[in-house]
């Protein structure tokens, strides 16, 4: 609530310093229109422009962050490959029938 007073009060003080600026300004009303006309359209142009770079670099953060995740999902899924390729040796192995005793014992 006193966050609100405060920006009511700076809105006040910016509308009346405006006000007084115009009706003591050196310059005739129709160079004070101008004057303002001007920097209407430059603030105008420079709010285009700067949207536009936001645009842009909003879009170029959005590519990064896509080829980001497509590359941490392949990691993902070749990692997955691995450990299903590394468990199913396991299995076969520990299925795999054991030597005969004669095999062993020629080893030896």
Known sequence: ???DNKFSYFFLGLGIGVAVG???APKSGEETREYLKEKAEEGKEYLKRR???IRESAVEAYEKGKQAVARQKEQI???VEAGK???REKVEAAH???PPA???AQGI
Do not use: W
């Open 1 to 3: 609530m006193a966050s």
């Open 22 to 24: 115009i009706l003591f």
């Open 77 to 79: 899924a070749a990692a």
């Open 85 to 87: 390729a590394a468990y």
């Open 96 to 98: 795999a029938p054991a």
């Open 51 to 53: 949207s536009h770079e």
């Open 102 to 104: 004669d095999d062993l």
